[in-house]
């Protein structure tokens, strides 16, 4: 098995869209910090210790992706 980290980001006041990225910093560079109402540094510090974040924007997860490893074939 393989884990990889997975951030999961769900916005309050819209539709309820999830996204999901590889690391917090991804974040930021698809939406604006106003958007997500808290600076990166401060939700790395927020989220240190913990896997969840929340404020009245949205809700922040960080949790482990669960993968196969596949088999390399001899060439």
Do not use: P, W
């Amino acid at each position: 098995m393989v884990k990889q980290k997975v951030v999961h980001l769900r916005f309050k006041k819209t539709d309820a869209e999830d996204y999901f990225f590889g690391s917090i910093k991804a974040i930021y560079d698809c939406f604006e910090e106003a958007c997500i109402g808290i600076k990166y540094k401060s939700l790395t510090n927020a989220l240190r210790g913990r896997n969840l974040y929340e404020n009245k924007h949205c809700i922040i997860r960080v949790g482990a992706l669960i993968s196969k490893q596949q088999k390399r074939q001899n060439q």
